[in-house]
């Protein structure tokens, strides 16, 4: 897994100590911290986790357990442009497996993973609802269909030179 840095601002410290401050004492104040702790900072990464479970005086274990079990919650950054490959039955029985090793083998890091510039992201997702255009990728909200990985370079490069 690629490792990277958490490079958190002076700014976004005193959002989320405004945020915590809003909660503090409430019963169920967790989920909203950690909500807006992710729109803070695009993700939670550990550093941020601990800060929520000290401030708010609950234990480091329950925080991260609340992040990794509900899915819109992310541990990893996400980068300036956001990749997903659809592995839906439709695409993968279509070969998006193989557009999906493209796009790692392409950008040098696997599925959820950040690159250490923080320019690309990639995820996999379960049915993007385009199965007549399998297999499908997605980078920005852009739908791309009946790729094959021969596709997926050039598709990058726009983004590459971004």
């Known amino acids: ?32 911290v950690l909500h807006e702790a992710q729109n803070i900072y ?6 941020v986790q601990t800060v929520i479970a000290d401030e708010l005086n609950v234990p480091l274990a329950e925080v991260y357990g609340v992040a990794t079990f509900y899915s819109q919650f992310t541990l990893n ?23 999906l090793e493209a796009v790692e083998k392409e950008l040098g890091i696997k599925c959820g993973e950040c690159t250490p510039d923080r320019k690309f992201s990639i995820d996999s ?18 739908v791309y269909g009946k790729l ?15």
């Open 77 to 99: 950054p996400k980068g300036k442009h956001k990749i997903s490959v659809c592995l839906g039955t439709a695409c993968y029985v279509k070969g998006s497996d193989k557009i």
């Open 125 to 142: 997702c379960r049915c993007v609802g385009a199965c007549g255009l399998a297999p499908v990728m997605i980078v920005d909200g852009e």
């Open 42 to 47: 695009g993700y939670l990464p550990s550093e």
């Open 148 to 162: 094959t990985a021969g596709d997926v370079a050039g598709i990058l490069d726009k983004y590459i030179q971004d």
């Open 1 to 32: 897994m690629s490792e990277l840095t958490f490079e958190g601002t002076p700014e976004q410290a005193d959002a989320l100590k405004r945020c915590i401050d809003e909660h503090r004492g409430e019963a169920g104040a967790l989920m909203p």
